[in-house]
Structures are given as structure tokens and as C-alpha cells.
């Protein structure tokens, strides 16, 4: 089993900036995906941004140029760097672990930590 465990959230003011950290434990193996999700309420579940294990990143279109996705594969670590925040990347963000072991896909979440961005 895997666990994920999100931190780094809070209120901050638009055109600020927050730093979420997420650090996996248990059975992962050298081959996984680490990503940041976030949900606002009342919408669906999006993807923020996410890296593989070579370090290839992908963003979503309204955070490009704003937020930094970065991994630690000593610790099993994954961090999002956020600037020029806005009230609409208010949301609750969750970090996300995937790998895939004999053909089958394994996704494991976070908790998740709250981000309100408000003035």
C-alpha cells in the first residue's frame, strides 16, 4: 500500500505565492508519476500539473508560466510552486502517486489541503 500525504496550504492574497509539498510512503516502485489535482466546489476534478520519473512535467493551460512542479525522488517527494496567485486557483489541491505494476494502473491520493486565494 502506498500512502500520500499533502501540506502547505492556506489563505493568501492574489498575486501571492504558496509552496504545497506532498511526500509518498510504502511500496513504490522506481517507475511512477507524481501530480497535483485540484477540485473548486461544484466543479470536476482537474489536473494541475504532473511529472513522471524522468522529469518530464505537463501543465495545465491556465497555471503555465505560474506554477513550478518539481519532485524529489530520494524522498518520494513532490512540490508546486505557486506565484501570481488568483482567486481562481482557490480549490482544494490533492497530490497523486501513479504507477502501473504487472499491466494494471495504481492511483493513490492525498487528503488533500485547502488553498484560498482572497484579498
Known amino acids: 500500500q502506498v500512502q500520500v500525504v499533502e501540506s502547505g496550504g492556506g489563505l493568501v492574497q492574489p498575486g501571492g505565492s504558496l509552496r504545497l509539498s506532498c511526500v509518498a510512503s510504502g511500496r513504490i516502485f522506481s517507475r511512477y508519476t507524481m501530480g497535483w489535482y485540484r477540485q473548486a466546489p461544484g466543479m470536476q476534478r482537474e489536473t494541475v500539473a504532473n511529472i513522471d520519473s524522468g522529469g518530464s512535467t505537463n501543465y495545465a493551460d491556465s497555471v503555465k508560466g505560474r506554477f513550478t512542479i518539481s519532485r524529489d525522488n530520494t524522498k518520494s517527494a513532490v512540490y508546486l510552486q505557486m506565484n501570481s496567485l488568483k482567486p481562481d486557483d482557490t480549490a482544494v489541491y490533492y497530490c497523486?502517486?501513479?504507477?502501473?505494476?504487472?499491466?494494471?494502473?495504481?492511483?493513490?491520493w492525498g487528503q488533500g489541503t485547502q488553498v484560498i486565494v482572497s484579498s
Open positions: 497523486n502517486l501513479r504507477q502501473d505494476v504487472r499491466f494494471a494502473t495504481y492511483n493513490y
